[in-house]
């Protein structure tokens, strides 16, 4: 039988409940946060070892002054009788202003009573006074590291340059790292923290995905088999492993790994992992029938359908991979990856029109993937303030400071091209010659080029467009955005002979940018959504 053959069960999909997040292709995220201790309302791992260290630690100096104010401000702070303690602090200090102690124990004050700031005050009037206080540079540490602040990197440093070995600084350090996307920085701060890492999964979860990010598989796998000991009974930690071993090239690990999840009732996130491992073990009828279990299960899983139909493709069976795709748009019409899948595959089968009209629909539906490079992530934060009204006016008052930046001329050039303004209209001519101007600037600047073709597009200056997308080619030849406008303009100008060649050179950019988001996400399986709170 072959075993990319559609079978009848999904005739059931139109009838499943219109419930699904779309996921990661191949290898995506889990949806519930897990293990990493939720920072808002409550301490971290971290922030738990250090206030035991303060207290135990800097409290203790004190001890044996029953007669000083200070002995009745630390009985008080150790009985959590934070207002009493400011009450007895407030004299003291006003008589000793320039004593850092009092200053550090109103710091503790003001965090046991939940007030961030005035706390944060008071440890830096402490530092003021004593640069190198211990206390101080803990607790203001603490503080900054709880809100996930930057600031507390300085704070953190200067601690290890008095104490080196200080193990919850390292933790700490290497967790900012890695939300901060600096994982050569974090693996070098969670290798020195081991000793308060060992029963942290939160922080071996973080180390193991940064030894794989930067391809130190076996240490990564390390860190996760130490994880999954820990864990055994979470299944993310055994989906965790087996990512790990099947980015190693080790699927036969990684199917051993899965494998007591996959012999009891597993869920769509590890079957869709199971799927890649099969496939990495040669053993494609495997890799389809799960797949087409998890449809089943998940019929609005938009990745699922373009998982099956990476396999077919790669195994030659566009039409089967066509059928599939064809299944998942009858219960998401909308889904712009889906076209893109199915005009992969009609570009493999030489059905040009076809391909043709599903990469345009795919546009129309998610215009904003067509934007590439690193100005994606610029305009997608511009956007993401949901008023595009708003970032132009960021832009404009960033352009009186800088009217020189090219990226900015872009930047504005780009929101408003995605506004769909009518060609002719005051926002469309703005936005066409902020493109001009960028390019001006800029003329390496690809970006910037797109945006100028698709203006161009759409008032019909079909041949300047192609200039623009040519010139994007001759630079970046797989820039996808490119080869559709082009494709686009030559259409629309009636030459068609280059279109064919064209259109195979986006299917396969197409492709090969799939596969190595694939490859670049892989990583983020074994990882959870940030907790850090707002």
């Given at each position: 039988?072959?075993?990319?053959?559609?079978?009848?069960?999904?005739?059931?999909?139109?009838?499943?409940?219109?419930?699904?997040?779309?996921?990661?292709?191949?290898?995506?995220?889990?949806?519930?946060?897990?293990?990493?201790?939720?920072?808002?309302?409550?301490?971290?791992?971290?922030?738990?070892?250090?206030?035991?260290?303060?207290?135990?630690?800097?409290?203790?100096?004190?001890?044996?002054?029953?007669n000083s104010p200070i002995s009745e401000i630390t009985s008080a702070l150790r009985n959590r009788e934070f207002d009493k303690a400011l009450g007895l602090l407030d004299p003291a200090l006003k008589g000793s202003p320039g004593n850092a102690q009092l200053w550090m124990l109103q710091g503790l004050a003001y965090s046991g009573k939940g007030d961030r700031e005035a706390a944060l005050h008071s440890y830096q009037a402490a530092l003021k006074i004593s640069p190198d206080y211990m206390a101080a540079l803990k607790g203001a540490a603490q503080l900054e590291?709880?809100?996930?602040?930057?600031?507390?990197?300085?704070?953190?440093?200067?601690?290890?340059?008095?104490?080196?070995?200080?193990?919850?600084?390292?933790?700490?350090?290497?967790?900012?790292?890695?939300?901060?996307?600096?994982?050569?920085?974090?693996?070098?701060?969670?290798?020195?923290?081991?000793?308060?890492?060992?029963?942290?999964?939160?922080?071996?979860?973080?180390?193991?995905?940064?030894?794989?990010?930067?391809?130190?598989?076996?240490?990564?796998?390390?860190?996760?088999?130490?994880?999954?000991?820990?864990?055994?009974?979470?299944?993310?930690?055994?989906?965790?492993?087996?990512?790990?071993?099947?980015?190693?090239?080790?699927?036969?690990?990684?199917?051993?790994?899965?494998?007591?999840?996959?012999?009891?009732?597993?869920?769509?996130?590890?079957?869709?992992?199971?799927?890649?491992?099969?496939?990495?073990?040669?053993?494609?009828?495997?890799?389809?029938?799960?797949?087409?279990?998890?449809?089943?299960?998940?019929?609005?899983?938009?990745?699922?359908?373009?998982?099956?139909?990476?396999?077919?493709?790669?195994?030659?069976?566009?039409?089967?991979?066509?059928?599939?795709?064809?299944?998942?748009?009858?219960?998401?019409?909308?889904?712009?990856?889906?076209?893109?899948?199915?005009?992969?595959?009609?570009?493999?089968?030489?059905?040009?029109?076809?391909?043709?009209?599903?990469?345009?629909?795919?546009?129309?539906?998610?215009?904003?993937?067509?934007?590439?490079?690193?100005?994606?992530?610029?305009?997608?934060?511009?956007?993401?303030?949901?008023?595009?009204?708003?970032?132009?006016?960021?832009?404009?008052?960033?352009?009186?400071?800088?009217?020189?930046?090219?990226?900015?001329?872009?930047?504005?050039?780009?929101?408003?091209?995605?506004?769909?303004?009518?060609?002719?209209?005051?926002?469309?001519?703005?936005?066409?010659?902020?493109?001009?101007?960028?390019?001006?600037?800029?003329?390496?600047?690809?970006?910037?080029?797109?945006?100028?073709?698709?203006?161009?597009?759409?008032?019909?200056?079909?041949?300047?467009?192609?200039?623009?997308?040519?010139?994007?080619?001759?630079?970046?030849?797989?820039?996808?955005?490119?080869?559709?406008?082009?494709?686009?303009?030559?259409?629309?100008?009636?030459?068609?002979?280059?279109?064919?060649?064209?259109?195979?050179?986006?299917?396969?950019?197409?492709?090969?940018?799939?596969?190595?988001?694939?490859?670049?996400?892989?990583?983020?399986?074994?990882?959870?959504?940030?907790?850090?709170?707002?």
């Amino acid at each position: 039988m072959d075993p990319f053959s559609i079978p009848g069960e999904f005739s059931q999909i139109r009838t499943r409940l219109p419930y699904y997040a779309v996921g990661v292709r191949i290898l995506r995220i889990d949806k519930k946060p897990a293990w990493r201790v939720q920072r808002k309302g409550s301490m971290s791992w971290f922030m738990s070892v250090l206030a035991a260290v303060m207290l135990a630690a800097n409290l203790g100096v004190v001890a044996g002054q029953t007669n000083s104010p200070i002995s009745e401000i630390t009985s008080a702070l150790r009985n959590r009788e934070f207002d009493k303690a400011l009450g007895l602090l407030d004299p003291a200090l006003k008589g000793s202003p320039g004593n850092a102690q009092l200053w550090m124990l109103q710091g503790l004050a003001y965090s046991g009573k939940g007030d961030r700031e005035a706390a944060l005050h008071s440890y830096q009037a402490a530092l003021k006074i004593s640069p190198d206080y211990m206390a101080a540079l803990k607790g203001a540490a603490q503080l900054e590291y709880q809100a996930g602040s930057a600031a507390a990197m300085p704070l953190l440093e200067h601690i290890l340059r008095l104490h080196p070995e200080d193990a919850t600084s390292h933790a700490m350090l290497a967790d900012l790292a890695y939300h901060g996307g600096d994982c050569g920085k974090a693996i070098n701060h969670f290798s020195a923290a081991r000793p308060v890492m060992d029963s942290q999964p939160g922080a071996l979860q973080e180390y193991g995905a940064c030894l794989l990010k930067l391809k130190h598989t076996e240490q990564a796998i390390q860190v996760f088999e130490e994880l999954l000991k820990t864990q055994g009974d979470d299944p993310r930690a055994r989906r965790a492993l087996a990512a790990v071993q099947l980015n190693a090239g080790q699927p036969k690990n990684a199917l051993a790994s899965l494998q007591p999840l996959l012999s009891a009732n597993p869920d769509v996130t590890t079957m869709q992992l199971a799927a890649a491992v099969y496939e990495a073990n040669q053993n494609t009828p495997g890799a389809v029938r799960i797949l087409r279990e998890a449809i089943v299960k998940e019929p609005r899983d938009t990745a699922l359908y373009v998982d099956f139909a990476d396999i077919a493709m790669s195994h030659q069976s566009f039409q089967a991979g066509v059928e599939m795709i064809n299944a998942g748009l009858t219960v998401q019409p909308a889904a712009a990856a889906l076209y893109l899948a199915r005009g992969v595959l009609y570009v493999q089968m030489a059905d040009y029109d076809k391909a043709e009209a599903d990469f345009a629909k795919a546009e129309q539906l998610d215009p904003h993937q067509s934007l590439s490079g690193a100005a994606e992530g610029m305009v997608a934060e511009e956007r993401n303030q949901s008023d595009p009204n708003k970032a132009l006016a960021t832009i404009k008052a960033k352009l009186e400071k800088n009217p020189g930046d090219a990226f900015l001329w872009y930047l504005q050039a780009a929101i408003l091209s995605q506004t769909a303004p009518d060609a002719g209209s005051p926002d469309f001519e703005r936005g066409m010659s902020s493109a001009k101007k960028a390019v001006s600037l800029d003329p390496s600047l690809t970006s910037a080029h797109n945006v100028l073709a698709k203006f161009y597009l759409d008032s019909d200056q079909n041949a300047a467009a192609a200039k623009e997308c040519r010139m994007v080619l001759d630079r970046t030849p797989e820039d996808q955005t490119a080869l559709y406008h082009l494709v686009l303009a030559l259409r629309r100008s009636g030459e068609q002979s280059e279109i064919p060649d064209l259109l195979k050179r986006l299917a396969k950019a197409r492709q090969d940018a799939t596969r190595q988001e694939a490859e670049r996400n892989r990583y983020k399986l074994v990882v959870t959504p940030d907790a850090r709170p707002n």
